[in-house]
Protein backbone atom coordinates (compact mmCIF):
# COMPACT_ATOMS: atom_id res chain seq x y z
CA UNK A 1 0.00 0.00 0.00
CA UNK A 2 0.99 3.56 -0.57
CA UNK A 3 2.25 5.95 2.17
CA UNK A 4 0.98 9.37 2.21
CA UNK A 5 1.93 12.55 2.91
CA UNK A 6 0.28 15.71 4.55
CA UNK A 7 2.06 18.51 2.73
CA UNK A 8 1.51 22.06 4.27
CA UNK A 9 3.44 25.53 3.13
CA UNK A 10 2.99 28.10 5.23
CA UNK A 11 2.51 31.35 3.01
CA UNK A 12 2.15 33.67 6.02
CA UNK A 13 2.24 33.80 9.48
CA UNK A 14 -0.15 36.17 11.02
CA UNK A 15 -0.09 35.03 14.92
CA UNK A 16 2.92 33.30 15.93
CA UNK A 17 0.81 32.28 19.31
CA UNK A 18 -1.83 30.49 17.46
CA UNK A 19 0.91 28.77 15.64
CA UNK A 20 2.24 27.94 18.79
CA UNK A 21 -1.38 26.71 20.52
CA UNK A 22 -1.50 24.18 16.98
CA UNK A 23 2.13 23.23 17.79
CA UNK A 24 0.76 21.78 21.08
CA UNK A 25 -2.25 19.98 19.76
CA UNK A 26 -1.49 18.81 16.30
CA UNK A 27 0.74 16.16 17.29
CA UNK A 28 -1.87 14.68 19.83
CA UNK A 29 -4.03 14.06 16.98
CA UNK A 30 -0.61 12.86 14.47
CA UNK A 31 1.17 10.68 16.77
CA UNK A 32 -1.52 8.16 17.12
CA UNK A 33 -3.14 8.13 14.08
CA UNK A 34 0.35 6.71 13.14
CA UNK A 35 1.96 10.16 11.39
CA UNK A 36 5.67 10.83 11.38
CA UNK A 37 6.77 14.14 10.96
CA UNK A 38 9.40 14.00 8.08
CA UNK A 39 9.88 18.13 7.82
CA UNK A 40 9.11 20.89 9.86
CA UNK A 41 10.67 24.40 8.71
CA UNK A 42 14.11 23.82 8.42
CA UNK A 43 15.91 25.65 5.45
CA UNK A 44 14.80 25.79 1.96
CA UNK A 45 15.85 26.13 -1.23
CA UNK A 46 13.29 27.47 -3.69
CA UNK A 47 13.09 27.00 -7.48
CA UNK A 48 11.55 27.62 -10.62
CA UNK A 49 9.21 30.68 -9.17
CA UNK A 50 9.06 28.58 -5.81
CA UNK A 51 8.87 30.83 -2.42
CA UNK A 52 10.98 29.54 0.29
CA UNK A 53 8.10 29.25 2.81
CA UNK A 54 7.99 27.19 6.00
CA UNK A 55 7.11 23.51 4.84
CA UNK A 56 5.70 20.35 6.77
CA UNK A 57 5.84 17.01 5.87
CA UNK A 58 4.39 14.09 7.64
CA UNK A 59 4.40 10.36 6.36
CA UNK A 60 1.64 8.24 7.17
CA UNK A 61 1.57 4.09 5.81
CA UNK A 62 -2.08 4.96 4.20
CA UNK A 63 -4.35 7.33 2.27
CA UNK A 64 -7.03 6.66 4.28
CA UNK A 65 -4.78 6.80 7.30
CA UNK A 66 -3.68 10.52 6.55
CA UNK A 67 -7.15 11.48 5.80
CA UNK A 68 -8.79 10.28 8.99
CA UNK A 69 -6.39 12.26 11.22
CA UNK A 70 -7.23 15.16 9.05
CA UNK A 71 -10.67 14.86 10.13
CA UNK A 72 -9.96 13.60 13.61
CA UNK A 73 -11.32 15.32 16.57
CA UNK A 74 -7.77 15.82 18.19
CA UNK A 75 -7.05 17.71 14.52
CA UNK A 76 -10.37 19.64 14.65
CA UNK A 77 -9.27 21.11 18.13
CA UNK A 78 -5.76 21.78 16.78
CA UNK A 79 -7.24 23.47 13.63
CA UNK A 80 -9.80 25.60 15.72
CA UNK A 81 -6.73 26.93 17.66
CA UNK A 82 -5.01 27.68 14.71
CA UNK A 83 -7.78 29.53 13.03
CA UNK A 84 -7.20 32.40 11.25
CA UNK A 85 -2.95 32.62 12.61
CA UNK A 86 -1.72 31.68 9.07
CA UNK A 87 -2.16 31.68 5.38
CA UNK A 88 -1.09 27.66 4.37
CA UNK A 89 -1.44 25.31 1.29
CA UNK A 90 -2.02 22.16 3.35
CA UNK A 91 -2.68 18.96 0.84
CA UNK A 92 -2.90 15.51 1.20
CA UNK A 93 -0.82 13.77 -1.16
CA UNK A 94 -0.55 9.75 -1.85
CA UNK A 95 3.37 8.11 -2.40
CA UNK A 96 4.51 5.74 -4.92
CA UNK A 97 4.80 2.99 -2.61
Do not use: C, H
Request: glycine content about 10%.
Amino acid sequence: MPKAYWVSVYRTIKDPEKLDAYNKLAPLAVGPAGGRTLIRGGRVAAYDGGIAERTVVVEFDGFEQAVAARESEAYQQALAALSDGVERDFRIVEGLD
